[in-house]
């Protein structure tokens, strides 16, 4: 009976694991038409199709034999869809006879379609316009706007027809007496002159405009987790972010709760209360593991496209670059706010000398990055020789006021602030996809927000610059200097270059604020350059190191503080421990840490030695990529 009933419990077991594995099945293969020679298959489909044909959020009409979509209440006709690039171009049903004059069936911006899960993006945000539709009373401000709707236009209205790029017209860009009445999107692969005659803005309107369709990026947002791009050689896929991934997490609890309520069955019937205990337990399990997968939720950022702005808009958001609130290796940095009053950083790269195309696929690549320890890229700005970059602001400053000041925090908030700064950087070396070093580690690119939680900036920095000089130039500045790790004080070219370079600055911000003192305080000790590292481990031997006036528990966190921060500054890099290494120590009792050698300088030769843990594939201009 025993042997019958084990079996019976692992059978239905493996059903119910198949079954969960296997319940999402492949979409059949369905294609339709509606007589406009336009082949309709998944995940699209018409109304009249089997019901399990496509997808019911991509569902179109069929009115008159033309394809017709109902966009966010407007009306469009479907002139392609490309199911290899996972592109769909529409063009308003009030633009499509030639030469009509008309506004849109209904305005539609470009922040509208964004924010549409179903459609993550426009195909080319070079060649997609705005058309703005503005109604003045008086025609003397008809100088402002591009070209006259004549079939709109009265005596005591006109309407004019003004064309941007990409971004719409608010009632802060037009006069007093004017007003935006509509917009509507277009695709326009031609070059569209400064001032575009009435003519031009017909052609645009019939060519309509083309977005981005994903059904993966939906699904992973009405999960609550974000898509990013598959890679950079196949744009327009997108998958759900690999980090936290939610239907592996779920599959395992549906496992266990499985498991031990057939458990529970079984103990039922021979012991009455031992399912109740069981039951309990793996209840309460389930409940705390689902408050776990919330909370992580609530702190994971939604990759959106950074928004492209004019000049004109950041001289508008910085006041003029008035509020000047720092200064770095790429340049000046202002305080800024945006219309809805929110509080932004402004950042000047008076350091690139790059293309604009250079510039902008570096920063698409950079703001995919997200992280909850990683300051966001909000938007940008490429005009010329004019590089801007928009990012959010940190009320609390950079850890740079505090590092050096033994009462700014406790002991505790110290050693988080390091293992959330050290996540971040974990994240920029393995997590992020493609492998980042930030070679620009420093406190005063370590910010703090509202809950003076880290967020680590510039990172990426190194992919907008094209040429070797140009990065040598950007860090090699003195400000820089005390942070970097030996290697790249010996190898000018950055031959040297890996993840532990960002172990060794790191390592620095540790012991500062393990030791209570700035590093570049150091030389006022005596009159001769000192190594800083090598300086706090003669304390320690000397026994001048003690940590007076603290608890059992605060004495606990700064030792370890102390010896996790030499063991990133040891001069070879195949001597310090990965950043996985490092977080792994700062969760490892005291006792189970070993003294590491005292740090000196050697050969550059031997500094160079090759490293077997760094990754295959660094996010570095082309000259300076390399693998392990």
Known sequence: ??????????????????????????????????????????????????????????????????????????????????????????????????????????????????????????????????????????SSVGSVNNSIVPCLTRNSSHVYVNVTNWSSLTSYDVPKTCKVIAMAPAFYEE?????????????????????????????CRAKGRGCVYKSADTSFLFECEKEYDYNAELRYIYTVVAAMFLAAIIGFIR???????VFSFILHKYLSTKKDYREKSSEIQQPLAPERY???????????FKDKIGEGCF??????????????????????????????????????????????????????????????????????KY????????????????????????????????????????????????????????????????????????????????????????????????CKSDVYSFGMIILEMACGRRHVDVDAINSSKVHFPTWVYELNERGDLEFENLTKSDTMIARKLFIIGLWCTQTRPLDRPSMTRVLEMLETDLDDLEMPPKPVFISAQYLREPELDSPKEMLLPETMERSS
């Not at 070059?191 to 699904?219: A, H, I």
């Not at 195309?357 to 005009?383: A, D």
């Not at 928009?390 to 950079?398: C, D, L």
Request: charge should be negative.
């Open 403 to 498: 590092v050096g000041n033994s009462d700014s925090f406790s002991w505790e908030k110290a050693r988080e602030i390091v293992l959330k700064t050290g996540q971040g950087i974990e994240f920029l070396h393995g997590g992020s996809g493609g492998g980042i070093i930030h070679l620009d580690i420093k406190p005063r690119n370590i910010l703090l927000d509202e809950n003076f939680r880290p967020r680590i900036s510039d990172f990426g920095i190194a992919k907008l610059c094209r040429k070797k000089h140009d990065l040598v130039s950007l860090y090699g500045r003195s400000e820089t200097m005390g942070y970097r790790a030996p290697e790249l004080m010996v190898s000018r070219d950055f031959e040297a270059v890996s």
């Open 310 to 320: 004019n000049y004109t808009d950041i001289l508008s958001m910085s006041n003029n």
């Open 191 to 219: 070059s569209v002159p400064v001032n575009p005659s009435y003519e031009t803005v017909l052609k645009m309107q019939q060519s309509g405009f083309q977005m981005v369709w994903s059904v993966e990026c939906r699904d």
């Open 1 to 138: 009976m025993k042997k019958l009933m084990s079996a019976l419990v692992f059978l239905l077991l493996f059903s119910f694991i198949n079954g969960t594995e296997s319940r999402k099945d492949p979409p059949p293969i369905c294609s339709s038409s509606c007589g406009d020679s336009l082949e309709i298959r998944y995940p699209f489909r018409l109304p009249n199709d089997p019901f399990t044909c496509g997808d019911p959020d991509f569902e179109l009409r069929c009115e008159n034999n033309k394809t017709i979509m109902n966009f966010h209440g407007g009306l469009y006709y479907v002139k392609g869809i490309s199911y290899d690039n996972h592109t769909i171009q529409l063009v308003d049903v009030n633009f499509s006879d030639d030469g009509k004059c008309s506004l849109p069936n209904r305005s539609l911006s470009t922040s509208e379609i964004l924010m549409d899960d179903r459609y993550p993006g426009l195909v080319n945000f070079t060649n997609s316009y705005t058309l703005n539709y503005v109604r003045c009373s008086d």
């Open 331 to 400: 340049g000046t940095v202002y305080k800024g706010q945006l219309h809805d009053d929110y509080s932004i950083v402004v950042k000047k790269l008076e350091s690139f000398k790059v293309s604009e195309e250079h510039f902008i696929n570096g920063v698409s690549r950079t703001s995919g990055i997200q992280h909850p320890n990683l300051v966001p890229i909000l938007g940008f700005c490429s005009e010329g020789s004019k590089h801007v970059l928009v990012n959010q602001y940190m009320p609390n400053g950079s850890l740079d």
């Open 271 to 277: 012991f009455i209360l031992l399912p109740l205990g």
